[in-house]
């Protein structure tokens, strides 16, 4: 019986030892399925297929993929590489995403691509068939299904308004008429003299929009030279004074055409033989013309008995092109007039003279 006894209690040890081997055996081989099954589901978490695809932009400051989207941006006035160059550019900011729901006939996960807080694209995930064979649990990594880039923030137009004789370039190359969106505007300061001189210089304004990042402007003048608009003057920086030759013109003429003129308008000689003498510096049928004709029958009312030129002083010319000039001057005088005796007077006018087959005609006046 005690042989009987040991033997049962031998089998018995023997039996749990097995079962127990059995069991851890059964522990290991489960604990190494949880293992792999964990290993499988952490590998094909989505959040692992974002990361990379971000980290590779955050090292590149690029990825392939938004070529196409730069190509298709209008950018005539930059080349191809300095829109990409732009773009890299834009991208060394702070890359980070945001989960987003899907667009209309998307699969998968979507997130927002964001640089310094700003959206710049999204790109959508879906699970990766050609990995089933390499899965034990039919779990899938993800692959990039779309991706769609918006890179319009990095547009800026252009607006310039500058006299009609002036060149415009943007990064080296030349506006042409296709840029223009109004022509023919007046200059501020000149606009009283349009009506009398219909060549008179006028501005146009250039428009150029889809510019991709930085842009080199250059203005040059009617003669080539660059130009650099002053924003704190008005129109009258692009009027042009007269060289001293026709300074000296506008001088002599200023004295003579004064003489007649105010001989004329105070009428102390004859209204016919003053008008005579006055066309010799007028233009006939001009703005000044008509008016002096106008004022001829008033003209024998006048009760001024002598007039004297005691100085005419050009204050300044100012060539308005194709032939019209501006002279500023001032006349002192001293008339005679009944009851009062000698009386000094000084005028300031500005007279619109045209230099017509070497002449010079006077064609509008205005006192100030």
Same mark, same amino acid.
């Given at each position: ?36 099954? !964990? ?31 730069? &190509? ?6 930059? =080349? ?28 998968? /996960? ?13 790109? =959508?995930?879906?699970? $990766?068939?050609?990995?089933? $064979? ?100 008005? $129109? ?15 001088? !002599? ?38 008016? /002096?004709?106008?004022? &001829? $029958? ?28 501006? !002279? ?27 230099? =017509? ?12």
């Amino acid at each position: 019986m005690k042989k009987k006894k040991n033997l049962g209690r031998r089998i018995y040890f023997i039996f749990l030892s097995i079962y127990t081997i059995a069991l851890v055996i059964a522990a290991l081989i489960g604990l190494s399925i949880v293992k792999d099954y !964990a290993t499988e589901y952490e590998a094909t978490l989505p959040v692992h297929a974002i990361e990379a695809y971000v980290a590779e932009i955050r090292e590149n400051k690029w990825l392939n993929s938004m070529r196409e989207s730069v &190509m298709e941006m209008r950018h005539e006035m930059q =080349s191809d590489s300095e829109c990409i160059a732009t773009v890299k550019q834009k991208l060394s900011g702070e890359i980070k995403y945001s989960r987003v729901p899907n667009a209309a006939g998307v699969e998968g /996960m979507s997130y927002a691509l964001l640089c310094d807080g700003k959206k710049f694209g999204v790109v =959508s995930f879906v699970n $990766d068939e050609s990995y089933a $064979d390499k899965s034990k649990f039919g779990m899938l990594t993800w692959k990039v299904s779309t991706e769609s880039f918006d890179f319009s923030d990095l547009y800026s137009n252009i607006t310039v308004t500058v006299p009609e004789t002036f060149t415009v370039e943007i990064n080296g190359n030349e506006l042409g008429e296709e840029y223009i969106t109004e022509k023919d505007i007046k200059l501020d300061a000149l606009k009283a003299y349009y009506a009398t001189c219909p060549t008179l210089l006028t501005k146009v304004t250039y428009k150029v929009e889809n510019l991709v990042g930085s842009v080199d402007m250059k203005i040059y003048d009617e003669n080539g030279n660059e130009y650099v608009i002053d924003e704190n003057r008005d $129109d009258s920086q692009y009027i042009k004074n007269c060289d001293d030759a026709m300074l000296s013109r506008l001088d !002599a003429f200023a004295y003579e055409f004064s003489d007649r003129y105010f001989n004329y308008i105070t009428g102390i000689v004859d209204p016919a033989y003053g008008y005579q003498r006055l066309m010799t510096v007028m233009k006939s049928g001009s703005d000044l013309d008509e008016r /002096m004709k106008v004022a &001829m $029958d008033g003209l024998g009312w006048a009760h001024t008995q002598s007039l004297r030129i005691d100085s005419v002083t050009l204050n300044g010319g100012i060539d308005l092109g194709d032939g019209y000039y501006l !002279a500023d001057v001032t006349t002192e005088t001293t008339t005679l007039e009944p009851g009062r005796g000698e009386v000094n007077g000084v005028q300031n006018f500005r007279v619109v003279v045209q230099d =017509s087959a070497n002449e010079l005609r006077a064609l509008m006046l205005e006192l100030y």
